[in-house]
């Protein structure tokens, strides 16, 4: 920085102002592409802007015409204009970017409230730059900045904070001429899908399938423009407005499969269908199956549908979810989806073999808003994950081992690190499925890794993945799938590279899964003070302290410690029981 610095110092009065001023912010842009982001801002963004205005920056994002005098003196028509706007818009990202690397998270109120500015200025750029054509550029990037930053949001729980900036986004693109030709009509539906995605999130799901609705009526506005005069290859063309329409079409789907079936005034009441007897019957065998081929064409479209369905931010894999629904229709709903979603996934609803491919022809792009080629019939792996997953956060036990079975079987051939990770998180989910919901599915089967198997309870399934325990749970003794899923868990993250280990909510969920179910019993052990070994050995009490040397290896090695404070009670068990030991 220091360097950086005296170079600006000792260049300055050497150069034009201009050149200065260019290769200031040119600097500035190669530091952000290799992530000095701090350097890039104060050194190069920050250093150019502040010779407009002599107080803190942010002073001036409150108010337009303060910022447009302070910015922009001799108006948004000056030649220098692009340049400025350019830096104020790269010194927000860079600002989000500090944040991310400090608390990714957003558990620091004034990270959040940091972001919130970020957006806010952005969007104030965008305002100032909006009527000139000629700054379409500047727009369309400001979109997808803004974009960024919601998404992430998001996933924290914050939607209904960002709401309006993606609004604000959707309407830029509409408000830019050239930004509405066919060329920018994907990225202008993902912006649609996030701002309906955004709508249901606030459990404001209404106004998500209005605002799809509205989407399809622009889009559909475009295509007949477009059906007059295209400058594009029809076949192009064609393929952007299905992509397009699909995006709208699952989310009206999201609240219609089950809107449906609410409807008080609906006179026709469908009986329901026996699973048993359902794998005898053929596609489309419910309400459900028959809305999915009525608005989709293609069997990769309809498991997107049926994904965004079933997706809820709000839930978690394990529980306490929240509460379902008390209505039985939409109960059913519910499970209708999860069996259109296996049927799909086997390829019974073409009648033929389906494979999972290597194409993404069904992708998630910044964690669940999607891009399809669409009339594709296969399914991609990261949707048949994320389809298993849910089964297992639903309960829907005979779907999830049908489903695991079925991708488990795939993942395990492929040699990519990403699906090895995938394998083994699901591997994970099926060890800890008879400790969370102890009672359901008590049959074993055998993981292999390295040619070594470790027996665990779960759904007896085919001969390949399964056998049957020759020695039964031993009663009175529920430690045996409580060390079987420690001692896996640990091997994860102790033998494999970093970038296949599970993501840190596995690994959490896992933790928290082992501390609830050893906490009584190490709290017991903790009582005897420095007597503990005298319980330890009477109670043969030395499982529950290795499960808890296991669980604080596994926080250790992950770099789990800041994700939960409850790790911290873990840990300082742990140097307890060791201190009384070392002290009996």
């Given at each position: 920085a220091n360097t950086l610095f005296n170079i600006w110092i000792k260049y300055k009065p050497r150069l034009p102002e201009w050149y200065y001023n260019e290769r200031l912010v040119k600097v500035g842009d190669t530091l952000a592409q290799i992530k000095e982001y701090k350097l890039a801002l104060q050194q190069c963004y920050e250093r150019y802007l502040q010779q407009f205005v002599s107080v803190?920056?942010?002073?001036?994002?409150?108010?337009?015409?303060c910022f447009k005098s302070a910015f922009f003196p001799n108006g948004v028509r000056d030649k220098n204009a692009p340049?400025?706007?350019?830096?104020?818009?790269?010194?927000?990202?860079?600002?989000?970017?500090?944040?991310?690397?400090?608390?990714r998270k957003l558990q620091n109120q004034e990270s959040l409230q940091t972001c919130l500015n970020a957006l806010t200025s952005l969007r104030l750029t965008m305002q100032v730059a909006l009527p000139q054509e000629n700054l379409c550029w500047l727009i369309y990037n400001g979109t997808i900045h803004i974009y960024t930053i919601c998404r992430h949001l998001m996933v924290m729980g914050h939607s209904a904070k960002v709401l309006e900036y993606l609004l604000w986004a959707s309407i830029c693109m509409e408000s830019s001429i050239p930004l509405l030709s066919v060329h920018y009509l994907t990225w202008r539906a993902t912006l649609y899908t996030a701002v309906s995605q955004c709508y249901f999130d606030c459990q404001a799901s209404i106004h998500g399938e209005i605002f799809a609705r509205r989407g399809l009526i622009k889009i559909d506005e475009l295509k007949q423009l477009e059906d007059i005069s295209s400058s594009l290859e029809r076949a192009e063309t064609e393929k952007i407005f299905r992509e397009a329409t699909l995006k709208m079409s699952v989310?009206?789907?999201?609240?219609?499969?089950?809107?449906?079936?609410?409807?008080?005034?609906?006179?026709?009441?469908?009986?329901?269908?026996?699973?048993?007897?359902?794998?005898?019957?053929?596609?489309?065998?419910?309400?459900?199956?028959?809305?999915?081929?009525?608005?989709?064409?293609?069997?990769?479209a309809q498991f997107l549908a049926i994904l965004e369905a079933l997706s809820d931010p709000s839930r978690n894999l394990l529980p306490p979810h929240p509460p379902v629904p008390d209505e039985m229709q939409i109960r059913d709903v519910t499970s209708e989806l999860f069996s259109a979603g296996l049927e799909i996934l086997s390829g019974n609803s073409l009648k033929k073999p389906k494979q999972l491919v290597r194409s993404l022809d069904l992708h998630f792009i910044l964690e669940n808003i999607f891009v399809i080629t669409a009339g594709e019939e296969r399914v991609s792996r990261e949707a048949a994950v994320k389809f298993v997953k849910l089964a297992f956060?639903?309960?829907?036990?005979?779907?999830?081992?049908?489903?695991?079975?079925?991708?488990?079987?795939?993942?395990?051939?492929?040699?990519?690190?990403?699906?090895?990770?995938?394998?083994?998180?699901?591997?994970?989910?099926?060890?800890?499925?008879?400790?969370?919901?102890?009672?359901?599915?008590?049959?074993?089967?055998?993981?292999?890794?390295?040619?070594?198997?470790?027996?665990?309870?779960?759904?007896?399934?085919?001969?390949?993945?399964?056998?049957?325990?020759?020695?039964?749970?031993?009663?009175?003794?529920?430690f045996r799938d409580l060390m079987i899923l420690a001692t896996k868990a640990f091997s994860y993250v102790s033998t494999f590279e970093q970038n296949v280990h599970p993501d840190k909510e596995i690994l959490v969920d896992v933790v928290m899964c082992l501390w609830q179910k050893c906490k009584m019993e190490l709290q017991e052990i903790q009582k005897w003070g420095s007597h503990c070994l005298e319980y330890i050995h009477k109670h043969q009490a030395y499982q529950w302290v290795h499960v808890l040397w296991i669980m604080n290896e596994i926080i250790e090695r992950s770099n789990l410690a800041d994700t939960n404070v409850m790790f911290a009670e873990i840990t300082l068990c742990l140097a307890a029981i060791l201190e009384n030991v070392a002290d009996s």
């Open positions: 803190n920056l942010d002073d001036v994002m409150d108010d337009v015409q340049l400025v706007f350019h830096a104020l818009q790269a010194r927000n990202i860079c600002i989000y970017q500090m944040v991310c690397s400090r608390d989310m009206i789907f999201k609240r219609a499969v089950y809107e449906s079936r609410r409807n008080p005034n609906s006179f026709r009441r469908e009986s329901k269908v026996n699973p048993r007897k359902a794998v005898n019957l053929s596609w489309p065998r419910t309400a459900t199956e028959r809305l999915l081929v009525a608005m989709f064409d293609c069997a990769a956060s639903y309960e829907e036990w005979n779907v999830f081992y049908s489903a695991f079975e079925f991708v488990d079987n795939f993942l395990q051939a492929q040699d990519d690190p990403t699906w090895k990770k995938a394998d083994i998180e699901l591997k994970l989910l099926t060890l800890m499925q008879p400790i969370v919901f102890p009672g359901e599915f008590e049959r074993s089967f055998s993981i292999t890794d390295g040619g070594k198997s470790k027996e665990g309870s779960t759904h007896q399934g085919s001969e390949k993945t399964q056998t049957i325990r020759k020695e039964s749970l031993k009663s009175g003794n529920p």
